[in-house]
């Protein structure tokens, strides 16, 4: 019986996969990370078959031990924990037969230049890709975001050549409601909305011009998905694997200063705040309002997923982030106690 590990399989990236995994192959071997028995048993109440094993990315012996065990590994945990990656990398190479290691980076590796050009608010016209632009994103500089990490990814196979195969699975600002066991929400919309509802008007940060891609929660566990079933075939299936292995994940682009303004509209019309302007913040003073605000919602992270629909047909279904905002407005406002949820409405 194959054999899959995953990591952070009760966060929002690891939960919907694994959902999606679970499902759609129910005879899966599936072995989670977690960090201890709570965590354990959010998994064990949805997935009675899954097994647990406990301790963090830290535990590097249990990593190791655990990789080596495993025919395909998940790792969605943390992209730039060098111990874990290294770990899992050593376990793979243990291995008698061939194993697969997909791991989860981020397009803020995109973003740094941004961040070292101090241009926030911005919009930049170069626009990277996974398939004729696929050299420059594998030798992107060694400074940026999540790149020590993929490094230790991408080289697992170059050291252990015919054992190892890797692919690094590359997410932009994603959102929609999780499916996981626990983590169900997602971040940048998220915390940009909960700002906006807690100081009663929208905010963007400088001239809002910069560009992120988008994907939802569900069309990035079916690219998983697409992984996990390629890596079940003889040979690694359809996917490319190892250098080339590297898979953008988007459907579609926004202007974060547009996110803004729909927040603050939408959350007028809501009667949450009472009016839809927008007040342009310095990246210090939205930092102040948004934990790491200038990167998340402030650089451009500009992405196209060619190698992904070519090779693996991934086809995103879900509605897009425009869509879902007034969704995300009335799951901010309920945690913030502005509306009432079923249950309280029920109970008053």
Not at 90 to 108: C, D, E, F, K, N
Request: proline share 3%; with cysteine; hydrophobic share 40%.
């Amino acid at each position: 019986m194959t054999k899959l590990f995953i990591t952070g399989a009760t966060g929002y990236i690891g939960g919907d996969a694994l959902c999606t995994i679970a499902n759609t192959y129910p005879d899966l071997d599936i072995t989670a990370l977690v960090r201890n028995s709570d965590k354990g048993a959010k998994i064990a109440s949805q997935y009675a078959k899954v097994k647990l094993v406990y301790g963090d990315l830290d535990n590097a012996e249990l990593l190791t031990t655990e990789a080596a065990k495993a025919d395909i590994i998940v790792h969605t945990a943390h992209a730039d924990h060098q111990g874990a990656a290294t770990a899992i990398v050593a376990g793979l190479a243990q291995r008698q037969t061939p194993g697969y290691m997909i791991h989860v980076s981020g397009t803020g590796i995109l973003a740094t230049a941004d961040v070292q050009r101090q241009t926030f608010g911005e919009q930049t016209a170069h626009v990277y890709d996974d398939w004729n632009g696929i050299k420059e994103v594998t030798s992107l500089p060694d400074s940026y975001e999540h790149r020590n990490v993929d490094k230790i990814v991408i080289a697992a196979a170059e050291k252990n050549p015919g054992n190892i195969f890797t692919a690094i699975v590359c997410p932009p600002c994603i959102y929609g409601p999780g499916r996981g066991p626990d983590n169900q929400r997602s971040m940048q919309v998220n915390m940009l909305t909960k700002a906006t509802l807690s100081r009663g008007k929208g905010f963007q940060i400088n001239a809002g011009q910069n560009i992120w891609h988008e994907v939802h929660v569900q069309d990035l566990s079916n690219l998983f998905l697409g992984l996990v079933a390629s890596a079940l075939q003889p040979g690694g299936g359809k996917a490319t694997w190892n250098e080339e292995g590297y898979y953008f994940a988007e459907n579609g682009s926004f202007q974060w200063g547009d996110v803004s303004h729909q927040v603050a509209k939408i959350a007028k019309d809501k009667k949450l705040i009472e009016t839809a302007d927008v007040d342009i913040l310095s990246t210090e003073e939205a930092n102040n309002l948004v934990r790491g605000a200038r990167f998340l919602l402030g650089t451009n992270s500009r992405a196209k997923a060619v190698r992904a629909r070519e090779l693996l047909g991934w086809t995103p279904k879900q509605k897009s982030l425009k869509d879902l905002v007034p969704d995300v407005i009335d799951a901010e406002a309920k945690q913030l106690g502005l509306i009432k949820g079923h249950a309280e409405k029920v109970a008053a």
